[in-house]
């Protein structure tokens, strides 16, 4: 019994020593958790919205408040001309926009009833849907609270329209997430074993005692991968043309060049990888562990963004898949062109160097 005692002393001072064994026994389980508890939810919170009053009158500026005083709705402006829904929509920055015509309380209190338009961004189905059934259901109970008090009922019909997915298909929203995960998972995992792989074989040695230079070196390792990485994204978009009946309404040229720049930073952030690892092993597990839960979770492909809390919010900012998301929506749904997606472009492009830098930056070039 007192060897059992001894060797379990042993191999508690073994876990305790080894920061790698203790991460995964305490880090993973509470990051997950957070991550899950706070990332996965299907109710949506806080949608950026615009108003359109054409009616001005009590009965609208009623309801605008009810939508302003609910959690689930953040009012951004009040629209002057129904032609600015498109542009707003186009920016990327509102999720819904409700319109009320003119005479929308005269049409309620001499006809019973009257109707106003609800547009939401359908590129998102699931979003769409939850969105515009949580405004039918302000007005519903507005309208109930209005024939309390009446011998007639009224009846507000807010009438649908989805913009950029009318038949709420799924393919929308699921193949720009799938594009993303797929590079970036197949780079970042190919690429990060690739100089691993030589310092278990040994040959690294003679990498270092040739005449080209660390960064060839490091080209040298990245270029096969974005090539093979390039069919995969042809692959990908046939698929989705012809067997999913997505077409691409943007310029299928800018949509590829964006698609290279993800790859690019992927193998980027692949090579950073493997050079602060020393194993295959643990080049893969950060590779997977680092990349697909945060391309699951944060990127706003599965959950909404501006459900989370600020904190992860402000996390998600560093996770690329975010950003190409975005643009691949803008380009393969809305048909935006360059001046839409400047932004993420730069991001995209600001995260491949730093991410080259400091691979070039821990590259050795002598064994220890």
Not at 91 to 120: C, E, M, R, W, Y
Not at 122 to 133: I, K, Q
Not at 344 to 363: C, D, K, S
Request: glycine share 4%; net charge positive.
């Amino acid at each position: 019994m007192k060897q059992l005692l001894s060797f379990i002393k042993k191999e508690f001072y073994q876990v305790f020593r080894d920061q790698k064994t203790l991460v995964m026994l305490f880090g993973m389980p509470i990051a997950q958790i957070i991550l899950f508890g706070f990332a996965l939810t299907n109710e949506i919170k806080n949608a950026n919205i615009v108003v359109v009053d054409n009616a001005k009158d009590i009965a609208s500026q009623q309801i605008i408040n009810k939508i302003e005083g609910s959690k689930f709705f953040n009012v951004q402006k009040t629209l002057m001309n129904p032609a600015q829904i498109d542009a707003a929509f186009k920016t990327g920055k509102i999720k819904l926009a409700v319109v009320f015509p003119a005479n929308f309380n005269t049409d309620l209190l001499h006809l019973n009833k009257t109707s106003l338009q609800v547009i939401a961004d359908a590129s998102d189905p699931n979003t769409a849907t939850t969105l515009t059934s949580y405004i039918t259901s302000i007005v519903n109970d507005y309208q109930s609270q209005l024939s309390q008090n009446s011998s007639l009922p009224y009846s507000i019909h807010p009438e649908v329209r989805m913009l950029y997915n009318p038949d709420l298909r799924g393919a929308p929203n699921f193949v720009p997430g799938v594009m993303a995960m797929v590079l970036l998972l197949v780079c970042v995992m190919m690429t990060s074993v690739s100089i691993v792989r030589e310092k278990e074989l040994g040959t690294m040695e003679i990498l270092l005692v040739s005449p080209i230079k660390p960064v060839l070196i490091i080209i040298a390792k990245a270029i096969p991968y974005l090539l093979l990485s390039l069919v995969n994204l042809g692959a990908i978009l046939l698929l989705s043309v012809y067997a999913l009946d997505l077409p691409v309404k943007g310029s299928i040229l800018l949509l590829v060049l964006e698609s290279t720049l993800l790859i690019m930073t992927s193998l980027s952030l692949g090579l950073l990888i493997s050079t602060i690892t020393s194993s295959q092993q643990s080049a893969m597990f950060a590779s997977m562990l680092g990349m697909m839960l945060p391309t699951m979770l944060l990127s706003g492909y599965l959950f909404p963004i501006e459900n989370m809390p600020i904190v992860l919010q402000v996390i998600s900012n560093i996770v690329p898949a975010r950003w190409y998301y975005i643009i691949v929506k803008d380009i393969m749904l809305k048909g935006l062109g360059f001046s839409y997606i400047w932004k993420e472009t730069t991001i995209l492009i600001g995260m491949t160097l730093f991410f080259l830098l400091i691979a070039l930056r821990n590259f050795k070039i002598r064994l220890e």
